[in-house]
């Protein structure tokens, strides 16, 4: 039952660094997203994908990058690292089963990951 | 500008009492509205999804209203207990994408 998987837990870098954070999905769905969540602020979507060789902006896409070469891998590229991109950091994956509207399905979340840039 | 504003930051309750959690929007016509729930350390767990045609969602203790004149939706625990403890977020479906409210921290007391 290892549902959204996310690797690391927690993580500090220094301005300018780089770093990429894992995900990983056993559940073969289709949609996967990634979302920073800062304190008394809702989460926001940073870039999801519909697929497999598919990807797109969300709201915060900005400093980062994603790639999605297979169904259950979505990893997340840091390249220049800032304090402003300290937040925890969660992934979700969700089902759909055709195009249209991205998000009429239950997401489901890994258990973050909490970066800190000083 | 559009805006998802949940009640308050904090509410606190007694055992046994019924939570009322509120979820409000502004220039949003959502299909549907979720909420999670979102315990320290962990990432949002799904609870429920109300369509814009349904009135009254309900799951066990839980109860969500929709109220799309009011751009309200209400989220009920009943009989709360001090395991409802928990950060609750309300999520609208936005042109193909989620926007979440920044959540309410629930604490129910012994």
């Known amino acids: 039952n290892a549902g959204v998987t996310q690797t690391p837990k927690f993580r500090i870098l220094k301005i300018g660094q780089s770093m990429t954070l894992q995900c990983t999905q056993d559940?073969?769905?289709?949609?996967m997203y990634w979302y920073r969540q800062d304190p008394g602020m809702g989460l926001k979507l940073i870039y999801y994908s519909v697929g497999a060789g598919i990807t797109d902006k969300g709201e915060v896409p900005n400093g980062y990058n994603v790639s999605r070469s297979t169904t259950e891998d979505f990893p997340l590229r840091l390249e220049l690292a800032a304090p402003s991109q300290t937040s925890v950091y969660f992934c979700?994956?969700?089902?759909?089963?055709?195009?249209?509207?991205?998000?009429?399905?239950?997401?489901?979340f890994g258990a973050g990951t909490r970066l800190s840039v000083l | 500008s559009q805006k998802i504003e949940q009640n308050s930051e904090a509410l606190n309750i007694q055992e046994g009492k019924t939570a009322t959690l509120t979820c409000n929007y502004t220039?949003?016509?959502?299909?549907?509205l979720q909420w999670y729930r979102q315990d320290p350390g962990r990432g949002p767990v799904f609870l429920l999804l109300?369509?814009?045609?349904?009135k009254e969602k309900r799951k066990e203790r839980l109860k969500v209203t929709f109220d799309t004149t009011l751009k309200q939706s209400l989220f009920h625990i009943t009989a709360s207990q001090p395991a409802d403890s928990a950060t609750y977020l309300c999520?609208?479906?936005?042109?193909?994408?989620?926007?979440f409210g920044a959540g309410t921290r629930l604490t129910v007391k012994p």
């Open positions: 979700a994956s969700s089902y759909s089963p055709g195009t249209g509207t991205l998000a009429k399905n239950i997401q489901y």
């Open positions: 109300i369509r814009e045609n349904e």
């Open positions: 559940m073969n769905h289709n949609y």
């Open positions: 999520a609208l479906d936005v042109n193909n994408d989620m926007r």
């Open positions: 220039n949003y016509s959502p299909a549907y």
